[in-house]
């Protein structure tokens, strides 16, 4: 009986080897699920819970699927957009695998998943780009303002820096591109988590034209500051002239007004004087008509003068004391 029970033990164990060492059991992952196989092709549901499992030993084979968000980097591509700018455009992709039994059966594998990816969301990807101008594929939103350089305000600069309005927008497009690639991808077992465009830039043969519009926008707007700060420094030089000739007429008026209160005032102290004491007033008329003579005479100067003027006074005044006569010519 003990023989018996030993060998029944035995046997058991012995199976229990064979089984394990001929793949019947097999584990999955918490990041894995798998589909089962069996002469190439599936049986059963996706097995999507981790831990131990059995299948049929070399009957069945075990085929791991990624359970994880996957990744997928699009190659830079040259597209033209709706204005005919050409520029190259890179992409990339976040995706699942949704229906694993559908995307084994189709794809197999990863590579093929790639592959698949490449084909359906670049074509998407130039699809979109193809409908839409150059701006709706840089600008992020259409409620999005721009910045704007301060020096442009309060001037009339036209078109320049004024960048046109969009009606999409990047956002709005990579959402298409995301709508339309899901649902051809549905069919291949895949769900497109996210896609964005990665980065744009203009293509070389374009970037000269490019910066040359630039160059060009600068340079008028850099005229118009020039025509601006040449009209404003006319408009403060003609202010100069206009102060200044405004300063110097209120001088010359000042100037005028105190002279001739000087004048009275001298005319009038003489006249006091004049009535106060003659003998003064004869002295003071004598010495104004020698200052006078010093102004008009000189060692050259030649007058001819009236015998009753009132500059010859004085001079037929004293030739008369000296030679007795009036009519003594004086030169």
Same mark, same amino acid.
């Given at each position: ?9 035995? @046997? ?15 584990? /999955? ?19 999507? +819970? ?39 455009? %890179? ?17 197999? #594998? ?18 979109? @780009?193809? $409908? ?16 704007? #350089? ?9 078109? /320049? ?5 969009? *009606? ?10 995301? &709508? ?13 988590? #996210? ?16 910066? *040359? =519009?630039? @160059?060009? %926008? =600068?340079?008028?707007?850099? *005229?118009?500051?020039?025509? +601006?700060?040449?009209?404003?420094? &006319? =408009? !403060? ?15 010359? =008026? ?7 209160? &000087? ?5 009038? !102290? ?20 020698? %200052?006078?003579?010093? $102004? ?34 004086? $030169?």
């Amino acid at each position: 009986m003990i023989s018996k029970g030993v060998s029944a033990a035995a @046997i058991a164990l012995l199976l229990l080897l064979v089984l394990v060492f001929s793949g019947a059991f097999y584990t /999955i992952d918490q990041t894995e699920q798998a589909i089962i196989t069996q002469f190439g092709e599936p049986v059963g549901a996706p097995i999507t +819970e981790p831990g131990l499992h059995f299948k049929i030993p070399f009957v069945q084979n075990v085929n791991l699927l990624d359970k994880r968000f996957l990744e997928w980097d699009g190659a830079p591509v040259a597209i033209p957009t709706r204005d005919k700018t050409y520029i190259h455009v %890179e992409t990339f992709a976040r995706w699942r695998i949704e229906d694993p039994k559908t995307y084994f059966v189709r794809l197999r #594998d990863e590579r093929s998943a790639q592959s698949r990816l490449e084909d359906i969301l670049g074509s998407e990807t130039r699809n979109a @780009i193809a $409908k839409h101008d150059l701006i709706e594929i840089v600008r992020t939103d259409k409620n999005r303002q721009p910045m704007r #350089d301060e020096t442009l305000k309060g001037g009339p600069t036209g078109t /320049i820096g004024v960048l046109p309005p969009i *009606q999409v927008g990047r956002t709005k497009i990579e959402d298409e591109i995301k &709508a339309a690639a899901a649902q051809k991808l549905s069919e291949f077992g895949i769900n497109v988590l #996210d896609f964005r465009i990665k980065r744009v830039n203009y293509n070389p043969d374009v970037l000269d034209r490019i910066y *040359q =519009r630039m @160059i060009s %926008e =600068r340079l008028q707007i850099a *005229q118009r500051f020039r025509s +601006e700060g040449e009209g404003e420094a &006319a =408009r !403060i030089a003609g202010q100069r002239d206009r102060d200044l000739n405004e300063i110097q007429s209120n001088a010359y =008026r000042r100037m005028q007004e105190i002279k001739g209160e &000087a004048d009275a005032k001298a005319t009038e !102290i003489y006249a006091r004087a004049y009535t106060q004491n003659r003998q003064a007033a004869e002295f003071y008329a004598f010495l104004k008509t020698l %200052e006078t003579y010093q $102004k008009i005479f000189t060692k050259d100067s030649t007058l001819v003068l009236s015998t009753d003027s009132d500059i010859l006074a004085l001079l037929k005044h004293a030739g008369a004391k000296t030679t007795g006569s009036a009519e003594n010519p004086v $030169k």
